[in-house]
């Protein structure tokens, strides 16, 4: 089993639409999350960070649910330069501290 | 600032031969990552330092991968000698604290 597994994808959405990516992670001890942002070869950009409490950032919001070791991010009103590949990211302690990458989603926002 | 600087952006080399990357990173930031990616296995970590120093490298492939941080503000990656199925976008990646990481642009590397 994959330390961080995300929705397959691709997603397809039409302008204005509202989308959801889902990702889980196996490891307990993990204590930091993230959504990176990586547009078509280019490299990877952090999003936002994702808190116990759920965090927004404008359009985006991120959530954290630790019992089920599940993260989500929502993206609302979609636009056309939404389109990239989402990656869900934890940092996992006991690993010395480094990120696992999801093999990420790929959004796809059409006129 | 410059963010994550990388060389080359492109390197296309034929099997066998030593490919060399290049890393600048983020002045100020103590972590260093290198990361490979492939379309079938993702986002890979294979090295980070501290400091300067190799903290993990179990990631690395095999021996014919090394990497070195000779001071702050320079990192290499080196294969030798390199094949085909080591075709990927390699990146750079500095963080202080380490679990907010800047990514360089990558190298393409083509194995041929």
């Known amino acids: 089993r994959k330390e961080v597994e995300q929705d397959p994808g691709p997603f397809n959405v039409p302008e204005g639409a509202t989308v959801a990516f889902n990702c889980t992670y196996s490891n307990s001890a993990s204590q930091s999350f993230f959504w990176y942002r990586q547009d078509c070869r280019k490299e990877p950009k952090l999003l936002m960070s994702v808190y116990s409490s759920g965090n927004e950032d404008g359009r985006f919001t991120a959530q954290l649910n630790r019992a089920s070791q599940y993260i989500s991010l929502l993206i609302r009103d979609s636009k056309l330069s939404d389109s990239a590949t989402y990656l869900c990211v934890v940092n996992v302690y006991n690993q010395g501290g480094k990120l696992i990458f999801g093999q990420g989603t790929e959004l796809s926002v059409k006129p | 600032d410059a963010g994550v600087i990388q060389s080359p952006r492109h390197e296309v080399t034929e099997m066998g031969q030593e490919v060399t990357l290049r890393c600048k990173p983020i002045s100020g930031h103590d972590y260093l990552f290198w990361y490979r990616q492939t379309m079938m296995r993702g986002l890979e970590l294979l090295i980070y330092?501290?400091?300067?120093?190799?903290?993990?490298d179990s990631g690395m492939p095999e021996d014919r991968f090394s990497a070195k941080m000779p001071n702050a503000s320079f990192s290499t990656l080196k294969i030798q000698p390199s094949e085909p199925r080591d075709s990927a976008v390699y990146f750079c990646?500095?963080?202080?604290?380490?679990?907010?990481?800047?990514f360089g642009p990558g190298t393409r590397l083509t194995v041929l």
């Open positions: 330092f501290n400091n300067n120093v190799p903290i993990d």
């Open positions: 990646a500095s963080g202080q604290p380490p679990d907010t990481q800047y």
